[in-house]
């Protein structure tokens, strides 16, 4: 994946955007951002993506190691709200299993042990009430 800076030029003047380019399945593809932080910031997000373009659950990418607290999503609404000390290899564990449907997700990075991402994510789900949160976590031993 690479971020590069395109200028062209119409009728009204020049023009300029910054464009991350990549490939899914030996197809190139490009994805068009107003600043370049914009597009280094989603690069860095999703450094390797799947077939379909999503960004691959559970695969090595930069991002792969951070500890934090994951929320899942269907249609738009928080369904459940989970820690762990490597966020995308849970939501890949998650995605391969089957058993929790989401369609998207969100994560915030905690540092810190499992007391902080415990502490972190009941916090959450007294926010959100998913509906699979049923009891709050127990705090670490």
Request: no cysteine; aromatic share 10%; proline share 4%.
């Amino acid at each position: 994946m690479s971020v590069r800076k395109r200028v062209w030029k119409t009728v009204a003047g020049e023009r300029m955007a910054w464009i991350a380019d990549y490939a899914v399945n030996g197809k190139r593809r490009l994805k068009t951002f107003a600043t370049k932080r914009e597009a280094e910031d989603w690069a860095a997000r999703v450094k390797v993506v799947g077939s379909d373009g999503s960004p691959a659950f559970g695969r090595q990418h930069p991002a792969a190691e951070i500890s934090g607290v994951y929320v899942l999503y269907l249609r738009g609404l928080p369904v459940y709200i989970g820690q762990s000390a490597n966020v995308f290899d849970r939501l890949g564990k998650h995605k391969r299993d089957g058993r929790l449907d989401f369609d998207a997700y969100g994560f915030q990075p905690v540092d810190g042990g499992a007391s902080e991402r415990l502490a972190v994510e009941r916090k959450a789900i007294r926010a959100l009430m998913p509906n699979l949160n049923r009891k709050l976590p127990k705090d670490a031993a």
